[in-house]
Each structure stands twice: as structure tokens, then as C-alpha cells.
């Protein structure tokens, strides 16, 4: 079994494994083992490791819990000078009547003493529970993480749910108005609106598509309403996009803004207007609308849904968006600027 370093970020008994190695090299590097060639003199070593490890996890288990669970720091710093102060004595007992006579681990004067058994047991304590408290935080941390993903993946699945039978309402309104005006066709545009609920089906299960299939189901939209209501209404569409198959974007994200346009700007018999604009460069998307509203606004068949699911998703996906949407002098303008990630090869 390979030993990788996400085993021991992951493996509670691998961070245990790690911790202990990691201890124990230090204390074996900070006492020159290497002059050591017998398993009796490196013995007594392993012992005074032990119970300073011993101590350590003592602390761990027992004493820093009054600190993290019980919130009581005074207690906490007393009790750990105490057993501190305890194990220090008991290691010095051990260093003058075994170490110092079986092994060279405590050759000067100065390290049978008190003060340095003391500093050895604090020592080695930061040296054991820094790394925990580190693999703690990581792990938390990580799980936090994984808990807001799997939060955001079900809400992303629950807006797009409403989202799909949202659009096909609105896209078979579309459809109804276009085969009573014109009739003979209908079976051109039925092909269209197929086409249409085709990308729709099947980005249904994909978090991103590129922008090149994005921009070609709005495109396809446009036409859409192009034959619906372009005689009477002034349609522009602009598209600048120095490569759209770089980016990936989550599917039918910016159809809501565009849908709301001329379901608002176009639902009038009065000199209408919408202009649309997308322009993507260096990762940074930008889409402007403007579209008319009639000084006699009639009613408009409206689930509500399409724009605040927009929003949310904008709020999930891209955080560091911006979204100004304004109503002024018989006109409605929508600006959204965000930063679009590169797809792998078109591998979405």
C-alpha cells in the first residue's frame, strides 16, 4: 500500500503514525543518536521518549479538552504546569539513577537537572500537539468544505429543477403566439424549439458546457423571438467572444436575463426595442441588455421563477459577481460582469 501524503491528511491512524515519527525524530536528532551502535544504549532513550510522549497524550486527551470543550483557558494552563511539573520530577528520577548510568544520552551536568527535564516535557508536548491541532483544523476545515459543496450541488439541482419547466413554459408561449400569427410556420419553428429542448435535456446532468454550446443555445433563442415579434420590434444582437470553446460555463445561466427581456420589452404593440450584448475577454464575461417598457404595460404571464433562480445561481457559482439591474425612463437595463473558469478541453 502506497503511503501518500492525502492518506495521512485523511487516515486518523496515519496521522497518529506521522505525529509519533515526527516527535521521535526530533527527539532522536536533538540527542545525536547516531553515536549509538547498541540496542542497549539506545534503550534507555526510547524509554524517556515514551514517557514524554506519554505525557503529551495525557495532555491530549484529558487536560486540553477543559481548554477546547469546557472553554476554562485559567484551568487549562494550571493543570498542564502541574502534570508538567509532576512528569519533570519523574523523568529526573529516571535520568540520575538509569539514563546517566547506562547510556550517554545525558552526558553534562545540566541535563539531569530539573529545569531541563521540565523543558523537555513542555517541548515535546508542542512538538506533538501542534502537528494535531493542525491535522485537526485541516480535517474540519475539509469537512466544511465538502458539507458547503454538497449544500450548494442540492440547491444547484433544486433551481435547475424549477428552471427546466420554467423555460418550457415560456419557450411554448412563445410557440403559441408565433402559430396563430403565422401558421404555415410553425413546423420550422417546432424544429427550432426542439432543438432548443434538446440543450436543455442534455446539459441537464453537466455543472459546466462550454460557452461556444452557450452562446449557440441563446443564439438559437434569439432567432426564436426574431420571428416572433421582430416586424414590429427592434431586436440587435451583439456577440464579441475572442474563444468561446476556452470557457465553461453552468448551462442556461444567462437565458433568464435574456428570456425577461423580451418577455417585457417585446410584449407590446408601441415602438419597442432590445439589445443585447455578451463580450468575453481575458476570462471576463459582460452582459448588458436594454430593453423598452411600454408606457401601458399589460399584463405579462410571469412564474417569478426565472430571475431569482438566476440570481441564486449567480450567488453560488460565481461570488464575486456584479449584477446591476435598473428601471429608468421607460427602460430596463441589465449589467452582470463575472469571471468565467477555462474549460479542460472542452471536457465539461
Known sequence: MKWKIENVLDNKWEQEIAVFLFAFTLFAVKNDWIIFRSFQAVLPGIVYFLMLYSHSQFNRFFV???LFKQHKVVLYILLTGVIAFAYSIALHQVVVHWISESSSLAK??????????????????????????????????????????LLNKMQLNSLRSQLNPHFLFNTFNTLYGISLEYPERTPDLIMKVSQLMRYQLESNDRQYVTLADEIAFIDSYIQLEKERVGYRCEIV????????????????????????????????IES?????????????????????????????????????????????????????????DQTYTVDLKLELKKSAHCAC
Open 272 to 328: 419597442c426595442y432590445v439589445r443585447i450584448a455578451i463580450s468575453v475577454k481575458d476570462s471576463k464575461l459582460h452582459l448588458h441588455i436594454v430593453n423598452s417598457i411600454p408606457k401601458k404595460k399589460k399584463e405579462v404571464v410571469s412564474t417569478k421563477i426565472g430571475l431569482k433562480n438566476t440570481r441564486e445561481r449567480l450567488d453560488l457559482l460565481y461570488p464575486n459577481h456584479t449584477l446591476d439591474l435598473r428601471e429608468q
Open 237 to 268: 444582437y451583439d456577440c464579441q467572444i475572442d474563444d468561446a470553446y476556452l470557457y465553461k460555463i453552468s448551462p442556461m445561466l444567462l437565458i433568464g436575463f435574456v428570456e425577461n427581456a423580451f418577455k417585457h420589452g417585446a410584449g407590446t
Open 64 to 66: 486540553l479538552p477543559i
Open 108 to 149: 553534562f551536568s545540566h541535563q539531569m537537572s530539573y529545569p531541563y527535564q521540565l523543558a523537555s516535557v513542555v517541548g515535546n508536548m508542542l512538538c506533538v500537539l501542534g502537528p494535531i491541532a493542525f491535522l485537526k483544523f485541516y480535517s474540519q476545515h475539509k469537512k466544511q468544505s465538502e458539507e458547503t459543496l
